[in-house]
């Protein structure tokens, strides 16, 4: 699914306490990517409101690029983002390429030419 499809958002981190602001759909300012688990998103109705597109009831997935620090969370993966929007995101080596997570539904998949897909 694209990541258009799963209601991505760029992140940026940079607020004393850890939260965070939506940014849009460039990467060039972004700390980060938001998006609806492409896993738990299988089968369920889907939405759209205000040019949104979004899976209704899936979970969303954070992931920080490299350089946020560690204490932000989720962590501890950090992944090197190539591309210039969401439609052409791609988190590539050195460092993880993948993204798995340990809790909840167990995703494991990639981000890959704006798309979010299971392993």
Known sequence: MTLRELD???LSAHHPDGSFSQIGDQLASATGVMFQCPKCSEGKKRGEEDGRKFVV????????????PMNITPGPGRWNPSGTSLDDLT???????????????GWH???RDGEATLN
Request: hydrophobic residues 50%; aromatic residues 18%; charged residues 0%.
């Open 8 to 10: 991505g958002q760029f």
């Open 109 to 111: 998949g990639f981000v």
């Open 57 to 68: 009831g899936a979970h969303y997935v954070i992931c920080w690029f490299v350089g946020v």
């Open 91 to 105: 988190f590539i080596g050195p460092g993880a390429i993948s993204v798995l997570l340990t809790s909840g539904c």
